[in-house]
Every structure is written in C-alpha cells, then in structure tokens.
C-alpha cells in the first residue's frame, strides 16, 4: 500500500528548552509540518508514502528536500518553483506558561499554489490513500482550492481520501470561516480523524452531544458520538476522535476511539496520564501515522486505536516535530503496558 500526503513543510524555528522566543540569542532550526510528519513515520516504519507539496529553489527548499529524503520519502512529485519556505516559531511552556506557535505562513509557495503547479496525474500514479488536513486550506484561498482539488482527484481514481480536522485558530485570517472550506472537505473523506473539540468549530456541527470535561472517558458515550458524526457524514467508512485533557503544560490525560462502519465495531483506547512531556507538538500528526499505518495491516479497531496511541503518547517523549520512534518500539510499549525500563 502506498501513502501519498499534501500540505506544506515548513522551516520550524524554537527557541532553546523552555526560554522565551526573545530571550535568547539563537534558535534551533529543523523542518515540520503535520501532512510531512505523517509521510515521514510511514516511510520509516516502511510503508512507500509520498510526499506532495511546492518548495522554493534555494537552499532552504534544498534542505528540507534532504531532510524528506533522509526518511526515504518520494519527492519525486515536489516542483521546485520561485517563492519562500513557510516558517513557524515554536516557545516551549512551563508550569502555568502555555507553548505558543507563530506563523510565517503568507505568501509561502503553498500559499500561491495555483492550478497545474501539481500534476495530480504524476503525483497520485500507483497511491491507494491520500492523506490531508484541515491546516493547508487555512493558509489561504489557493491552498483550501488546491485541497479540495487533491480530494477530487483522488475520489475519481478510488484513491481513499484520509483527513485530519487538525484546526489551527491562528489560521483562517483570508476573510473565510473555517466551515466554509472544510466542510466540504470532510464531505470528500473516507477516513476522518479528529479531537472531538474540532467537530464545532470546522464542520459547525453544534448538535453534537457536549463530551464530559471530568473523569475517565466513557465508551458507551462515544460510540453515540461516533455514530452521530457518521450519520452526518455517510460517506466516512473509518472515523478516530481523540479526546485530551490538559493538566499543565506537561501533563493531561489521553485517549481515542475508533468506529469502523464496514466491519461495523467500535472500540475505545485505555486513557494514559501523561506526565514530563518533552514535546507535544507533532503528537497527533504520530496517532494519525498509527491509524494509517493499521489501516494498511488490515488491523481491527481494536488493536489499531491502541497502536495508533502508543504512537502519540511516545511522540510526547521526542523533541520535534516527527516521530523519531520505531513500530517495534511501540509494541514494546504496548507489551510493557508504559512501564519505562531500560533496554540491555
């Protein structure tokens, strides 16, 4: 099975462990971006996964070419064009101190994308899942249209179309609501994944039962919920939601569901507490790569949702925003149930 992703990668720029953005006089340069991330820890894990997306031809653009291939992704189908690299800011919380996220997005080759700069035909050749999200069509007009193309393109060549809500409030600054252009988006998606608080804001769907803020997730309560999100999207065969509690900025609970409407079964995640986070950024881009990667397998929700977050929980170990974390790792994890011991 091959994996293709579209969106934007991104310089990513943070300032040393917990020091304030202008505090210090350096910043630690990597590459990121949620579409990216996804295709880089598939290709690792050893799916062939794609990567589409315009980069700018300098050496910024050369690097983070480098820095895909480095993870043995395909870039064959990333024109090369003139413009700039999007770039994000990233400030590490502590304590009562929330993380916070700047962008330098506009005017990124993404961000002018305009018809024909991708060849769809090349790009989804031998593909069997698409995967997008909600954050490209937030950077601008012509990248919500470029989505919404993707989608269509693969719909007409029964490529499965896989979308992550992944909401940005920061984004969506063109005149555009959020429901405008995703909602149609998730009308086009066969595989939808999501934190249940995003259901509101992207799709507008307000009906939804209002989840419980306190206590261990009820599994009873979400497979309504799973099956009130499928009945207004009929065309969803796989649905995961999320559910995160924050406790500080490094510690909160953990969960997910899955509902499989062709196999017709729901399962629930156990609920991790998570403590010492290192980096959560990246970390539901890594439950995403989970879903996808047991899609591939076959798996049944029940052993793919507890695969799917033995993933993100681990990303919360690893700095950055890809998952540096290994399939045999996280089976380690699952058998251990968390326990943290050394390997010898």
Known sequence: MRIAAFGEYMLRLKSPGYTRLLQENRLEATFGGAEANVAM???????????ITLLPENDLGQAALRSLLACGVDTSCIPRL???LGVYFVEAGAGDRPSRVIYDRADSCIARVRPGDIDWDAALEGVDILHLTGITPGISQAGADETLNAAHNARRRGILVSLDLNYRAKLFQFGKTPQELLLPLAREAD??????????PC???TELPQPPEEGEPDPEFYQDYCDAVMNLLPQVRLLAVTRRRSLSINRGTWAACIMDRDLGSFAMSRCYHLEDMVDRVGSGDAFTSGILYAHSR???PAQAVEFAMASGVLKHTVPGDFNAVTVPEIQAFLNSRGQANVIR
Not at 191 to 200: D, P, S, T, V, Y
Request: net charge neutral; proline share 7%; with cysteine.
């Open 82 to 84: 003139p413009g700039r």
């Open 191 to 200: 595989i939808l994944i999501a934190n249940e608080a995003q259901f509101a």
């Open 41 to 51: 820890c598939l290709a690792a894990w050893g799916l062939p996964s794609r990567y």
């Open 298 to 300: 076959g798996w049944e």
């Open 203 to 205: 799709l507008g769907y």
